[in-house]
């Protein structure tokens, strides 16, 4: 195996790499509000650990010059990790939005969901595309669940995280775009979409740790 030579190849793997690190800095920055809200930190930190699994191994895809076996071996559990990761996001956000009980019966519907996305993804060929729409339609329903959050009970964290999810649709627009630009290295819209992700997840986790310190200020005012 060698290093490609294709430079948006190269860069797609480099900002998968810079997504992979992210990910699970984030993920280990949220466990330090695991005494506060344990269900909430499992679930986001899961979603964030699948998150930065599949980016590793896009960037091992992206980055390597692979046969056409193994480069399918690493894309399907690459997929599945995506496909997981989008579905916590979702049990994440119904959790802040009507509680635990909501969050818990929302898994397995979710999984079933994940099975019917890993399946088209699949029989129609592991085309990347069903995965920007299968993303996109979940973003969109929590970016859904954290504007009423924002407008309706003014929670703390929530204008960032809906940030954060408009970034991913963006981000998920350009995926499909087929843009390319060339600043010191040249990005096609693999590597632009790695990117808009990664700042994103910067907004994501400031959102997280936001409603988690309103969380605990608001215990500590009641006694």
Not at 80 to 109: E, K, M, N, Q, T
Request: contains cysteine; neutral net charge.
């Amino acid at each position: 195996m060698e290093f490609t030579s294709i430079p948006t190849e190269q860069t797609t793997a480099f900002t998968d790499l810079l997504l992979t690190v992210l990910a699970f800095i984030s993920a280990i920055v949220l466990q330090r509000f695991r005494r506060i809200d344990p269900f909430k930190v499992r679930v986001w930190g899961w979603a964030l650990i699948l998150l930065a699994v599949a980016s590793k191994l896009g960037a091992i895809a992206h980055g390597l010059t692979l046969s056409e076996d193994i480069e399918e071996l690493i894309w399907q559990p690459l997929e599945l990790c995506l496909g997981l990761s989008v579905a916590l996001c979702f049990v994440g956000a119904l959790y802040d939005l009507r509680g635990r009980s909501s969050a818990v019966r929302a898994i397995l519907p979710m999984l079933f969901l994940v099975a019917a996305f890993y399946s088209a993804m699949l029989a129609l060929g592991e085309d990347f595309l069903i995965f920007v729409i299968y993303e996109a339609i979940i973003i969109l329903a929590i970016t859904v669940i954290y504007a009423i959050l924002v407008t309706r009970e003014k929670r703390a964290g929530a204008l960032l995280i809906v940030t954060a999810m408009a970034l991913n649709l963006i981000a998920a627009g350009i995926q499909i775009s087929g843009v390319e630009v060339d600043l010191f290295w040249k990005f096609d819209h693999n590597g632009i979409f790695h990117l808009v992700q990664c700042l994103g997840l910067i907004f994501l986790t400031a959102g997280l740790m936001r409603s988690m310190k309103w969380k605990r200020l608001k215990e500590l005012r009641n006694g």
